[in-house]
């Protein structure tokens, strides 16, 4: 009997889970319960494309596996909710498979489930653990090396894309698993097969009759090919009823690691302050049409900024909202709090004097911090620094309702290694996002 990995990972994400991680994240038993069932399959998703990317790429999914496995996790499954070492685990991972797809990934559970950004976070972060357990757990009982295990994955795609729930079939395109299952094509190819053996036989008994209703020919060759249009564009694609789950052909926009060059940061780490200096490039002015007249570094984020609000022929990506974000370059907070420091004032008010004259602006701030500490804790003081740089912008004459704020923890770090003082300090940031001009 083959294995479904998505069932058997069900049947560890039993109800009581769901209900222990809705009161611990103050969400509904049915909104968690949702959120788990798209997260599963789109979380393996990540484990397949992970491991089919390369021969490293599968050595450490299996490594971390085995890790999972040998923890003891699956024999412990109240530790998944609130337990910070965890959790902390389960946000670099999520951070290793999917990099500069996290954002949308979360974001698309969110929409899906109907829950904070924050809880999708913190979902994640308690089941990857658990998936990491039992797929540890399968190598370890079927003897399986890093090859077999990769092997093990790819052979699971169908059934994964067939687990994604009506609305999530772009998961797949965003994973690069495709926006059509294999199991989908496989059906589709099955029904032309059994279109062309029906054409066949009638033509082979017509001719025993003696040919003399060869006229039916044309007209069976238009009933099978009525029959694929009719599967193909009915029943293969509709996310609905009678379906075939998981073909989502939705429109996904490419990736930033499609589309953009990496992200080049210029500057130079403080070792006595902990921040990241950022070269801003040379002085130029900035002329607002209030007739205020802004001093700042060509590089510089109100350089930014203003380029992008100002310039006609630049627009909002409403689809992935990974891109358009700009790291605040000269605002900090004094260490492990959400105190702002004196030297934040000035870019403050330059931005604050920005969005006053482009009044139907809106914006997010997105606080992230290095992947030090506990998942919990990043998450929650970084949002707390995007919330007070907010909070400051409205003080300095921003409307209100133009600003909103959210803390990313340890996700999305623009330096991936996260292992030196210098690239710590630069994922340790506030960026601002355009969501609207």
Request: charged residues 20%; hydrophobic residues 40%.
């Amino acid at each position: 009997m083959s294995i479904n990995i998505v069932d058997l990972i069900k049947n560890y994400a039993t109800n009581e889970l769901v209900s222990k991680a809705s009161s611990f994240l103050g969400e509904s038993e049915s909104g968690v319960g949702k959120a788990v069932s798209g997260l599963i399959p789109s979380l393996l998703g990540g484990f397949i494309s992970k491991a089919t990317s390369s021969e490293a790429g599968a050595s450490e999914i299996f490594e971390a596996a085995k890790t999972a496995n040998s923890s003891g996790i699956l024999n412990n499954l109240g530790s998944l909710v609130g337990n910070a070492d965890v959790l902390s685990k389960g946000a670099g991972l999520f951070s290793s498979l999917f990099g500069n797809k996290s954002t949308s990934i979360i974001d698309t559970i969110s929409g899906f489930a109907g829950i904070k950004s924050s809880s999708s976070n913190s979902l994640v972060s308690m089941l990857l653990p658990l998936i990491s357990g039992i797929l540890g757990k399968h190598a370890a009982d079927n003897n399986l090396n890093a090859s077999g295990f990769a092997s093990f994955l790819g052979g699971q795609k169908n059934n994964i894309m067939s687990a994604l729930p009506s609305g999530l079939g772009a998961v797949g395109s965003l994973l690069g698993l495709g926006s059509l299952s294999g199991a989908a094509g496989e059906a589709v190819s099955n029904v032309k097969e059994t279109a062309a053996s029906a054409y066949n036989y009638a033509e082979e008994n017509i001719e025993k009759a003696g040919g003399g209703m060869k006229w039916l020919l044309p007209l069976l060759l238009l009933a099978a090919l009525a029959l694929l249009l009719w599967y193909f564009m009915g029943k293969g694609c509709n996310k609905g009823e009678g379906g075939v789950a998981g073909a989502d052909t939705t429109a996904v926009a490419p990736s930033d690691s499609e589309t953009l060059a990496p992200v080049t940061i210029v500057g130079s780490y403080d070792s006595v302050s902990g921040n990241y200096i950022y070269d801003v490039g040379a002085n130029k002015e900035i002329s607002l049409k209030d007739g205020t007249k802004l001093t700042v570094g060509e590089n510089s984020t109100e350089a930014k900024l203003f380029n992008f609000l100002n310039d006609a022929n630049t627009s909002v990506d409403t689809v992935d909202k990974t891109k358009g974000w700009i790291t605040l370059d000269r605002v900090y907070f004094e260490t492990g709090k959400s105190v702002l420091k004196a030297e934040s004032q000035t870019q403050l008010k330059n931005i604050a004097a920005i969005l006053k004259n482009f009044g139907t602006a809106l914006v997010k701030m997105g606080g992230y911090t290095d992947n030090t500490g506990s998942a919990d804790a990043n998450i929650k003081i970084s949002g707390e620094r995007a919330k007070v740089a907010a909070d400051e912008l409205v003080k300095l004459g921003v409307a209100a309702a133009n600003v909103e704020s959210e803390g990313y923890g340890p996700e999305h770090p623009v330096c991936a290694a996260n292992d030196t003082p210098e690239c710590k300090a630069q994922n340790r940031r506030v960026d601002i996002r355009v969501k609207a001009k």
